[in-house]
Nanobody, 116 residues
Framework: QVQLVESGGGLVQAGGSLRLSCAAS????????MGWYRQAPGKQRELVAY???????FYADSVKGRFTISRDNAKNTVYLQMDSLKPEDTAVYYC??????????WGQGTQVTVSS
């Protein structure tokens, strides 16, 4: 059974930073493309960034230059370093396979709130 557990969210002022973590179990983590998604109130969930098994990365235009995705295959964990946060980054953040998420893998997510 796949389990994805996100952590590291919180309340931060605009311009601040947070580092999210996603611990995975029940999958062969190292071969999977892993991504971070977010869903703001009243909006659809969107792909923020993903990283391949070879550490190639993709970023949505809205976060390019501010967010950095990384992975530690030995720890089955993917990270999202978020810098220069903006109020519009406020959302619940999730990890999942990417660029196509696996529907049954969605976890609880972690709330990120950026105050102005």
């Amino acid at each position: 059974q796949v389990q994805l557990v996100e952590s590291g969210g919180g309340l931060v002022q605009a311009g601040g930073s947070l580092r999210l973590s996603c611990a995975a179990s029940g999958i062969i983590f190292g071969i999977n493309v892993m991504g971070w998604y977010r869903q703001a109130p009243g909006k659809q969930r969107e792909l923020v960034a993903y990283i391949t098994s070879g550490a190639s990365t993709f970023y949505a235009d809205s976060v390019k230059g501010r967010f950095t995705i990384s992975r530690d295959n030995a720890k089955n964990t993917v990270y999202l370093q978020m810098d220069s946060l903006k109020p519009e980054d406020t959302a619940v953040y999730y990890c999942n396979t990417a660029p196509s998420p696996t529907r049954k893998n969605w976890g609880q997510g972690t709330q990120v709130t950026v105050s102005s």
